[in-house]
């Protein structure tokens, strides 16, 4: 029956030769534009691929391939294989039909006399695509018409290009691009001869087994009089075919998932992000690495990001350190110490305090709403009385605490949401004191957009991952810092003598060049951040666990810092920044303390703020107070003490010739601390002078499991 039709089929052919077409074809144009790839494609600032997002589910394709990106030797291997007089025909080759009639008639194996032209056709058109049982009479006219319209319209380098990257090569592989790709971990510009004459034996039946496509290919090499032998290609077909290609694929660049997520939609889409693909890749390495290093130290994730100062643009976004889909840049985590530096530029700018004011760095008990807050320093030791520059730098927690006592919980909660800090949700007294040690939760990329706004002499602008026009400038700033009082802070980021007490003269901190730097770690070493500034670029690094376990014996210097150091030394590597000139409005003085507390130095002051000399007032000049307990405490017993042995310590300060007063019961002089053995219930002290008059007053409270003995009174 095959061969009784096979005459008539023949003289439609043939005639199509002679007649034109009845549907129009599309032009290279439209079908180049028409294409998408499988595929979304996350694009650095200079274009380069950083990530991809497969879309389409149903088949794998890659960006177009021009033909002048394509190997010469698979436009051979394919010409041999499918359409050997395809330079010289017009779209129907009637001898190559007259070729097939013969072999259809007198050969076991009949062999097809479809042009290039015309598969591409049957590609173009899904109403030309042959079905279960082959073309019918009117799809074979109708693709040889459509042959003819694409010839009169397209030129054959035309008809070539948008074959090989439209045709099927294997399995869900369409195009010529994935085809190398998956198969051969290459582009196609690369394909060698072997290869080439491997993807042309698979278009003429994709699905065969490696051992019938490399049969075809060794007969397609030698007809080329390649060099390959067949035990060559019948070894590279074997391995290619047994490849699988989602994994070659994805083998490819795969850098920045977190902002492809944000940014990629729909399949076919180039977008161009502000990220720089050399950086990305040297901070997630750096990352990496590092986090291998504290691997013994419970440490498994991490996070960076940087972003140009002047811009806003992000140049790093590295979301996680590992292979999961967490996203650390977003995540809320918190902020340990890196608040402190808005909270000492508040009170600069409210000239409150100076960079030379001294602060007390000694044991405080603040009463809150959620009871008594008892900060302690990092490493559990008092400086005595130390500025607010060495405060800062050095990381002292106490000092920063009455920082926040002396502004107001509400005037610094404020003051983040005013610098972008959106996690705080909740009032100033949810987080209390506490806030100025960095209670709260806060993300790394407002964080260090946060610290940029210091970059920038206090003025705030948002981020962008989304690349601007090359003729747009960047977002607009609106002032929320002073710009001396963020000057003077950035100063003392700066200063690896005023860190010194705390962090040493050499650490990954001090830069060979300007940067403001500063360290945090929240409650439990469960979080740690690194972020600090040039005058160029701001980057932020957190460390630590998204599972919230704690790490084992991290401090700022050897768990963010190394890597914030590394990225840092990375974007400054041929241009050392130098710090910025002081703005108007800031004067420089030659200071000393007395007592001398601190060297001698010079010391920068908002104008009117200055002073030469820092001196402690004696205590015998100082307002009689109660330091402990403070009014409104909650104290309560430890069972595990026994009651004979429990005592609870009061304090005053001045009080030099003073009484105390418990519950309208003498207690004795105020001079030294008193060691007072607790009661369960509310109780009343008082500071008393000579002649009885209450000078101070204290409320406080004592719960526990002890009741008090019936005849037991307050006292000693």
């Not at 074979?140 to 008809?159: D, M, P, T, V, Y």
């Not at 993807?199 to 090499?221: D, E, H, Q, S, Y």
């Not at 972020?531 to 690094?541: A, D, E, F, R």
């Not at 402690?616 to 402990?628: D, G, L, N, Q, S």
Request: charged content about 20%; hydrophobic content about 45%.
């Amino acid at each position: 029956m095959r061969r009784s039709m096979l005459l008539p089929v023949v003289l439609v052919l043939s005639a199509a030769v002679h007649l034109g077409a009845s549907a129009a074809m599309p032009t290279p144009q439209q079908v180049r534009t028409a294409w998408k790839p499988s595929s979304a494609r996350l694009l650095d600032r200079h274009g380069v691929p950083v990530e991809s997002v497969r879309i389409d589910m149903r088949v794998r394709r890659m960006a177009w391939t021009p033909l002048a990106d394509i190997s010469p030797a698979l436009g051979l291997a394919v010409l041999q294989a499918e359409d050997g007089r395809f330079m010289e025909h017009g779209g129907i080759d009637l001898r190559a039909i007259g070729q097939a009639a013969w072999d259809n008639l007198f050969r076991a194996r009949p062999r097809g006399a479809s042009t290039i032209t015309m598969q591409l056709a049957g590609l173009l058109d899904a109403e030309l695509r042959a079905g279960a049982g082959g073309r019918n009479w009117t799809q074979k006219f109708n693709q040889a018409l459509a042959a003819r319209e694409l010839e009169a319209g397209w030129s054959k380098a035309e008809i070539l290009e948008a074959y090989l990257n439209l045709a099927s090569f294997r399995g869900e592989l369409q195009g010529v691009a994935a085809a190398s790709q998956a198969l051969f971990g290459k582009a196609p510009s690369g394909l060698d001869l072997a290869e080439s004459a491997i993807l042309a034996a698979l278009l003429r039946a994709p699905g065969a087994a490696p051992k019938t496509v490399a049969m075809r290919a060794c007969t397609i090499a030698a007809e080329l009089k390649a060099r390959t032998g067949c035990a060559s290609i019948e070894w590279q077909a074997e391995v290619a075919l047994g490849r699988p290609a989602a994994a070659a694929i994805k083998g490819q660049a795969q850098m920045a998932p977190q902002v492809a997520n944000q940014l990629l939609g729909t399949g076919g889409q180039d977008v161009r992000s502000t990220l720089d693909a050399g950086l990305q890749r040297f901070a997630l390495d750096s990352l990496r690495r590092h986090l291998r290093e504290l691997n013994d130290r419970n440490v498994a994730d991490g996070a960076v990001v940087v972003i140009d100062n002047a811009s806003g643009e992000l140049l790093a976004y590295v979301g996680n350190g590992g292979q999961g889909e967490v996203d650390g840049v977003a995540a809320l985590r918190q902020a340990g110490s890196t608040l402190k530096p808005f909270l000492y530029e508040l009170a600069l700018e409210r000239r409150l305090l100076t960079a030379a004011s001294l602060l007390d760095d000694s044991p405080i008990d603040v009463a809150g709403e959620a009871g008594l807050y008892v900060p302690q320093n990092y490493d559990r030791q008092f400086k005595g009385y130390a500025s607010v520059r060495t405060s800062l730098a050095s990381s002292l927690n106490i000092p920063a605490v009455r920082t926040l006592l002396l502004l107001g919980p509400e005037r610094f909660h404020d003051r983040l949401q005013d610098l972008g800090i959106s996690s705080l949700k909740e009032d100033a007294a949810f987080y209390g004191p506490s806030l100025a040690l960095g209670s709260a939760d806060v993300s790394l990329l407002e964080l260090s957009n946060a610290y940029r706004t210091l970059a920038n002499g206090g003025l705030y602008g948002p981020v962008t991952l989304r690349a601007r026009v090359p003729a747009s400038r960047p977002g607009p700033k609106q002032r929320v810092l002073d710009a001396g009082a963020t000057w003077i802070v950035g100063d003392i980021l700066s200063d690896r003598g005023a860190r010194s007490p705390t962090f040493g003269l050499r650490s990954d901190l001090a830069t060979a060049y300007w940067s403001a730097v500063k360290t945090g770690t929240s409650k439990d070493m469960r979080d740690n951040w690194c972020v600090g500034y040039s005058t160029s670029y701001t980057v932020g690094v957190w460390v630590g666990n998204f599972d919230g376990q704690p790490m084992w014996d991290v401090s700022g210097v050897s768990g963010a810092a190394p890597v914030w150091r590394d990225v840092m030394d990375f974007l400054h590597r041929e241009n050392p920044p130098r710090q910025a000139a002081a703005p108007d409005g800031l004067v420089r003085r030659e200071l000393r303390y007395a007592p001398a507390h601190e060297a001698a130095r010079q010391e920068w002051f908002l104008r009117g703020t200055e002073t030469s000399l820092v001196e402690a007032v004696a205590p015998e000049r100082r307002t009689p107070k109660i330091i402990y307990p403070v009014d409104g405490s909650i104290l309560a017993t430890d069972p595990d003490i026994p009651a004979e042995r429990e005592r609870v310590l009061f304090q005053a300060q001045a009080g030099q010739g003073l009484r105390w007063r418990l519950d309208d019961a003498e207690q004795g002089a105020a001079d030294a601390v008193l060691a007072w053995r607790p009661a369960v219930g509310p109780h009343r002290l008082e500071l008393l002078d000579a002649a009885g008059k209450v000078l101070a007053t204290s409320r406080f409270e004592v719960r526990g499991n002890r009741e008090p003995a019936p005849d037991q009174k307050p006292g000693l």
